[in-house]
């Protein structure tokens, strides 16, 4: 073949693999759930859409920001708000002072803390479109995407408002579901499964930090999740996660992430099979205790990387006798409902499973 030709094809061919690398990649739906102390906050990515669901304390605020900054997020589709308490809002006046966001999404419940006034003030100054949330409502940010909202329901609870009318999410890319549960509550998780929504998910934000007013036997059943995430703090005063609460989702055969031991976690999912990793962040030590009169804005030397570490964590099938780094090709072809996550190769080898010859893993 005339090497100008071959030149040619060989140029197309790496183009063609570099565009099909490029789409595959924005396929994927990618969930963080953030390391924020004794609050919320999750990132939505897809196909470069951006959703924030709450953003813990005020204090925090500069820490929510850290990690977005340092993942390229520029600006914010929707911000979610699922109720407004201070330990899921506190963090959003820095948000909202910070990046652009086309649209607020609100329990509708209202609060008579300063807080909860700055929140709203904030909206109104920055003009922002407002929407209070309804069960049965879907959210328009990407065809392969269904996001729905699954509660607050249409009548209110009057009994710990707040925490009970806190917004639900189901986020669903093909075969892989996401529940974000904010603080709902077993009063909230009754009415849900009263409700008739399908509630099956392959990964549960656990309701309420692990409280067990929470996570109920029968709740955890209909979920069936393989992946559960609950945001906490280490020590905290609450004594969350509760111990009938981490027995309820064991019970379940899920395995179990917490913000206050793993840190910041990050979920990927192809619409098929799912892959978790735990977030190495420059962010995690940064608290300030700025008022939104008085953010400051984080450097960018202080953004975060992603990695897995060098000794995990690492994936499985309950199918195969191969262990993987997440990001392995094989990994990504394993089925939600064969997933199984080790902390460490020696926990992998262990358990029967040796190094895949694809990655390589140690």
């Known amino acids: 073949m005339n090497k100008s030709i071959f030149g040619r094809v060989l140029l197309a061919a790496l183009i063609i693999a570099i565009l099909t690398s490029a789409?595959?990649?924005s396929e994927n739906l990618t969930v963080y759930f953030w390391d924020v102390g004794q609050g919320d906050s999750e990132l939505i990515q897809f196909n470069n859409k951006n959703?924030?669901?709450?953003?813990s304390t005020e204090d925090m605020g500069p820490r929510v920001e850290c990690y977005l900054n340092g993942i390229g997020v520029s600006s914010l589709d929707l911000l979610v708000a699922t109720h407004p308490h201070s330990d899921h809002i506190g963090g959003l006046l820095t948000v909202l002072n910070d990046f652009p966001i086309r649209q607020v999404l609100d329990s509708g419940q209202e609060h008579t803390s300063q807080t909860f006034e700055n929140y709203l003030n904030l909206i109104d100054q920055k003009n922002i479109p407002f929407e209070v949330a309804k069960r049965g409502q879907t959210i328009d940010l990407d065809p392969a995407l269904d996001i729905?909202?699954?509660?607050?329901?249409a009548t209110h609870f009057t009994d710990d408002a707040l925490n009970q009318n806190s917004i639900v999410l189901k986020v669903t890319y093909e075969n892989v579901s996401f529940l974000f549960m904010g603080d709902g509550g077993t009063a909230a998780e009754t009415n849900l499964l009263s409700s008739g929504y399908n509630l099956d998910a392959d990964i549960l934000k656990v309701g309420h930090h692990g409280s067990s007013s929470a996570s109920s036997a029968e709740f955890?059943?209909?979920?069936?999740?393989?992946?559960s995430v609950i945001e906490v703090w280490e020590g905290n005063e609450y004594g969350h996660p509760t111990?009938?609460?981490l027995t309820a989702l064991q019970n379940t055969g899920s395995a179990i992430y917490r913000t206050d031991r793993d840190g910041s976690i990050m979920v990927t999912t192809d619409g098929e099979g799912i892959t978790?990793?735990?977030?190495?962040?420059?962010?995690?030590?940064?608290?300030?205790?700025?008022?939104?009169s008085s953010t400051a804005s984080v450097p960018a030397t202080a953004s975060s990387?992603?990695?897995?570490?060098?000794?995990?964590?690492f994936v499985a099938s309950s199918k195969s006798d191969k262990y993987h780094y997440p990001t392995c090709s094989a990994a990504k072809r394993i089925k939600s409902s064969n997933l199984i996550t080790f902390a460490s190769s020696a926990e992998a080898r262990a358990a029967g499973y040796s190094p895949c010859s694809i990655c390589h893993p140690p």
Do not use: Y
């Open 148 to 153: 729905e909202v699954l509660s607050p329901p």
């Open 243 to 245: 111990a009938r609460t």
């Open 305 to 313: 990387t992603i990695s897995a570490s060098s000794d995990g964590p």
């Open 220 to 227: 955890l059943r209909a979920v069936t999740p393989s992946v």
């Open 23 to 25: 789409v595959l990649a």
């Open 51 to 55: 959703v924030l669901i709450d953003a």
């Open 276 to 292: 978790v990793a735990k977030v190495q962040s420059r962010c995690s030590n940064l608290v300030s205790s700025n008022t939104i």
